[in-house]
């Protein structure tokens, strides 16, 4: 990170340490809040610099941030998306960024008499059917997987589609994770949640296992997946062997990824396995359900079986 004020390096501490917030998320939070603290001094008439992205902010204030307003708040929030093109999506992170923000301003470092972010809204975000493969498009993927590194990339991507893994849940996984047929997953916030592997998994992971290779050179040895450098993959290795294979198996590479693939593995559990959204949401670790709900679409041939199924399906008026 680039130099900064310390109120803002004292609220990112707070959000990791304390309220144990993944360094992933404490990273966005900074990228938002630098912005924001650039766009303050434009806003303001601060800096004649008008170039945002060339505005240091190391010598920002207090007082500076004592000054800013709601207007000011959504004023950062138009400019967004006037001229940075947010989505809602994105407007909404910022928002959740502000309100964060200025509330432990507000409440814990006690250097603000109110906070301007209280009745911030955040913008409706329309939520959309998620992608997904479908069973026969599934099968067709793992059967694409080859080559010198078949076991291991097996492994991977029959974890996600059995598993619902995230990302980076996939590649933090070490060894010693897996006990018998369970596997221990460290998940968003550090939060640690126990996911049982199935026949598929355990007969995909032995497989790799017997040929996984760890040398005197190897970096983590700890590490589940190895790389050809012998170190844990990267995120960015795993997303594009899951591309080659999606390429591979005849599919979309624009319409899926590792993610589609969380995705994926959800719509088969519920479809298929009748599994209820209270188990799904455990397995998928989500900290609400209403984000599990978005997995639990039903497809339109559902739908017509719903409205065919009423009892009144087949009466038809009577010609007089």
Excluded: W
């Excluded at 310390?6 to 990791?16: G, I």
Aim: with cysteine; proline share 2%; charged share 30%.
């Amino acid at each position: 990170m680039d130099r900064i004020p310390v109120f803002l390096k004292d609220f990112l501490n707070y959000m990791e340490t304390i309220r144990g917030i993944s360094k992933l998320t404490v990273r966005e939070y900074y990228y938002d809040l630098r912005l924001f603290l650039k766009y303050l001094n434009i806003h303001k008439g601060l800096s004649e610099n008008e170039d945002i992205e060339n505005i240091s902010i190391k010598d920002i204030d207090i007082d500076l941030v004592k000054s800013v307003t709601l207007s000011d708040l959504y004023s950062y929030i138009s400019y967004s998306s006037r001229e940075r093109d947010n989505i809602a999506a994105s407007r909404a992170r910022k928002v959740a960024s502000l309100k964060s923000f200025f509330n432990y301003l507000y409440r814990k470092a006690r250097v603000l008499d109110y906070n301007p972010a209280s009745e911030l809204e955040s913008p409706k975000i329309n939520k959309r059917l998620p992608k997904y493969l479908n069973l026969d498009e599934s099968k067709k993927l793992l059967n694409a997987v080859e080559g010198k590194n078949r076991e291991r990339d097996y492994a991977i991507i029959v974890l996600f589609l059995n598993c619902g893994l995230r990302l980076s849940e996939l590649v933090g996984i070490n060894i010693n994770d897996i006990k018998n047929y369970t596997l221990r997953v460290i998940g968003k916030g550090d939060k640690e949640r126990i996911i049982y592997l199935n026949n598929a998994c355990l007969a995909a992971l032995n497989r790799y296992l017997k040929v996984r290779y760890i040398s005197k050179k190897s970096i983590d040895k700890n590490a589940l997946f190895i790389s050809e450098r012998k170190q844990r993959m990267s995120a960015k290795t795993v997303q594009y062997l899951v591309k080659k294979y999606i390429k591979a198996a005849g599919l979309d590479t624009e319409r899926y990824s590792t993610h589609k693939l969380r995705h994926t593995a959800a719509t088969l559990m519920y479809k298929h396995g009748n599994v209820d959204i209270n188990t799904l949401q455990h397995i998928l670790g989500h900290e609400s359900i209403s984000t599990t709900e978005i997995y639990t679409h039903v497809e339109n041939s559902q739908l017509k079986k719903a409205i065919d199924s009423n009892p009144l399906s087949r009466f038809n008026m009577q010609d007089k």
